[in-house]
Nanobody, 116 residues
């Protein structure tokens, strides 16, 4: 059974930090591009960051504040989020996609709320 278990969300004040973690199982983790996508209330999904064998990429809105990392041994992908802003408030989803076929999987999401 494929699983992407995201955790680490919570309530944080503006300027604070959170670290999200996504644990993958049930598929060949190393063959998949991994990314984080978020969805704010009343808005559509927004790409945040991705990592694959070629490197990492970030949306302009988070560049310089977020860092994505991947641990092949543990089959995890983390998102370190610093200098958080209220506009970062959203449900964050872990996403896996096999670049060759487009087969993809989604995690259940973890809520991040940035508020004073």
């Amino acid at each position: 059974e494929v699983q992407l278990q995201a955790s680490g969300g919570g309530l944080v004040q503006p300027g604070g930090s959170l670290r999200l973690s996504c644990v993958a199982s049930g598929f060949t983790f190393g063959s998949y591009d991994m990314s984080w996508v978020r969805q704010a209330p009343g808005k559509g999904p927004e790409y945040v960051s991705a990592t694959n064998s070629g490197g990492s990429d970030y949306a302009d809105s988070v560049k310089g504040r977020f860092v994505i990392s991947r641990d092949m041994a543990r089959s995890t992908v983390d998102l370190q989020m610093d200098s958080l802003k209220p506009e970062d408030t959203a449900v964050y989803y872990c996403h896996a996609e096999y670049w060759m076929t487009g087969v993809d999987f989604w995690g259940q999401g973890t809520q991040v709320t940035v508020s004073s």
